[in-house]
T-cell receptor
Framework: AQTVTQSQPEMSVQEAETVTLSCTYD???????LFWYKQPPSRQMILVIR??????QNATENRFSVNFQKAAKSFSLKISDSQLGDAAMYFC??????????????FGTGTRLQVTL | DVKVTQSSRYLVKRTGEKVFLECVQD?????MFWYRQDPGLGLRLIYF???????EKGDIPEGYSVSREKKERFSLILESASTNQTSMYLC?????????????FGNGTRLTVT
């Protein structure tokens, strides 16, 4: 069974600084997708960034980027120029390549990010 | 834009009651999911459905059942609610046309069983 591990229950960063959230996963598949989701206090889960395992290039979305290390099964999220609105729970998620019963996502336990002035 | 709507934001039920949590999506997605979110445990999959009338157990199906009679609607049923089912419940949907398509979530239902 696939597992996703987020070893940092809480992180804190000062506004305008950079922070990295860690995620590791375990799978025997070679093709899969990884996601980072953000859940602010409003509870609405928002997709931050996604990465296809077959792509060597790390995904980037504005201030958000990932460091994807396939051999190490590591998928960390870097937030640059942190803003107060980045304060939220962040979840890492994995899904294998495929449809039907393979469509489900497995989530980590989350990292709560605080942004301070 | 995809919209996933959960019928209740907050719900309070008594032990032993039958509870229905409803979820509707408007993007013709094949896949729908029910997750439970608890502090320190993240999101855990209860059940999912990849087609009408098709369902599969997730990681924690005990005490729950589901119904998907129409493509847009996925219901989670607590046959006899218990206090350990007090939690946040998140519904999500996902299309099948793109393998890397993300989940689209509803706003969640915070259920309290007393």
């Amino acid at each position: 069974a696939q597992t996703v591990t987020q070893s940092q229950p809480e992180m804190s960063v000062q506004e305008a600084e950079t922070v990295t959230l860690s995620c590791t996963y375990d799978t025997s598949e070679s093709d899969y997708y990884l996601f980072w989701y953000k859940q602010p206090p409003s509870r609405q889960m928002i997709l931050v960034i996604r990465q296809e395992a077959y792509k060597q290039q790390n995904a980037t979305e504005n201030r958000f980027s990932v460091n994807f290390q396939k051999a190490a099964k590591s998928f960390s999220l870097k937030i640059s120029d942190s803003q107060l609105g980045d304060a939220a729970m962040y979840f890492c998620a994995y899904t294998p390549y495929g449809t039907g019963t393979a469509s489900k996502l497995t989530f980590g336990t989350g990292t709560r990010l605080q942004v301070t002035l | 834009d995809v919209k996933v709507t959960q019928s209740s934001r907050y719900l309070v039920k008594r032990t032993g009651e039958k509870v229905f949590l409803e979820c509707v999506q408007d993007m013709d997605h094949e896949n729908m999911f029910w997750y439970r979110q608890d502090p320190g445990l993240g999101l855990r999959l209860i059940y999912f459905s990849y087609d009408v009338k098709m369902k599969e157990k997730g990681d924690i199906p005990e005490g729950y059942s589901v119904s998907r009679e129409k493509k847009e609607r996925f219901s989670l049923i607590l046959e006899s609610a218990s206090t350990n089912q007090t939690s946040m419940y998140l519904c999500a949907s996902r299309g099948a046309s793109s393998y890397n398509s993300p989940l689209h979530f509803g706003n969640g239902t915070r259920l309290t069983v007393t």
